[in-house]
């Protein structure tokens, strides 16, 4: 499958079997993120990789919209210096997110972003040092068959190309 084809059939899972992600699996969704691009290639992240069940389920209250973290197979939590202090550490923590989960979606591994609002809780629960932050965690497993086939949120789809790319300018 090319990258493009990857990145059309991409879509968010919330709903996972129980069928445990294997370490070559996880090593691969994890590399992926560690390829991605950073700001001068200061590759200002780490990442925490949590299979414990409990853990997930606590890490799962963290966020008002961070439920599907509690039935993952995996999740994977993006760690950075305080994004306050230099906004592009958030976009790359997006880019590292955005490759683990197509490279996921290639090997049949579903994902979804789940943003943490509770930093300091998550921080009990994973007890990372207090100089790095996390602002974004992604469950990652196998798709129920009821979640490939739900529909997309948005019932119509995707904006219309024309709606969202400007040429040479605003006008």
Known sequence: ???????????AIRQFTD???????????LNAGRLAQSSKNLQERTFIAIRDRETLKALSTCGEWAGHLAG????????????TIKFQLMFDAGQS??????????????SCLASIYDGEKARGILNFPV???????????YPTAEALAERPARPEGRKEFDTLVKWDGWS
């Open 1 to 11: 499958m090319s990258a493009y084809d990857v990145i059309r059939a991409k879509r």
């Open 19 to 29: 069928q445990p992600i294997s370490d070559e699996v996880a090593h691969t969704i």
């Open 72 to 83: 993952a197979a995996m999740g994977i939590a993006i760690l950075t210096p305080d994004p």
């Open 97 to 110: 997110a955005a490759y683990m989960q197509l490279a996921a979606w290639e090997l049949g591994v579903g």
């Open 131 to 141: 100089e790095w932050h996390l602002r974004i965690a992604i469950s990652f497993g």
